[in-house]
């Protein structure tokens, strides 16, 4: 009863925070609760949904974590304008100027 508690907590902390708390998003918490409050079956059905519970959760917050990896990296982002920016901002710092690059 403790396991499912606690995977029941962590279910509902990942939908919270990666899906949403708005009350647009209250059917998420409202399923997970109907689904935790079905009856299960048998005692390896039980088991098994936890387990998978528990894997649900982890499949969230593991996205959630490659997401802001991702982001934290600029993978998404073209960082030739922020590098041409830092490579002037260093140019000046010691009294030279880039020159202009030939667009044509």
Same mark, same amino acid.
């Given at each position: 009863?403790?396991?499912?508690?606690?995977?029941?907590?962590?279910?509902?902390?990942?939908? =919270?925070?990666?899906?949403?708390?708005?009350?647009?998003? =209250?059917? #998420?918490?409202?399923?997970?609760?109907? *689904? #935790?409050?079905? !009856?299960?079956?048998? *005692?390896?059905?039980?088991?098994?949904? +936890?387990?998978?519970?528990?894997?649900?959760?982890?499949?969230? %917050? $593991?996205?959630?974590?490659?997401?802001? +990896?991702?982001? $934290?990296? %600029?993978?998404?982002?073209?960082? /030739?304008? *922020?590098?041409?920016?830092?490579? %002037?901002? $260093?140019?000046? /710092?010691?009294?030279?100027?880039? !020159?202009?690059?030939? =667009? !044509?």
């Amino acid at each position: 009863m403790a396991a499912a508690a606690a995977v029941y907590r962590r279910v509902l902390k990942a939908v =919270q925070k990666h899906v949403g708390a708005g009350a647009s998003k =209250q059917h #998420f918490r409202d399923f997970v609760a109907a *689904e #935790f409050r079905a !009856p299960a079956g048998t *005692e390896a059905d039980a088991r098994a949904r +936890l387990r998978l519970a528990g894997d649900y959760a982890y499949l969230l %917050n $593991s996205v959630h974590h490659h997401k802001d +990896l991702l982001f $934290s990296y %600029n993978i998404a982002v073209d960082r /030739s304008d *922020e590098m041409k920016k830092i490579l %002037n901002k $260093s140019a000046a /710092s010691v009294g030279l100027q880039l !020159p202009d690059v030939y =667009q !044509p």
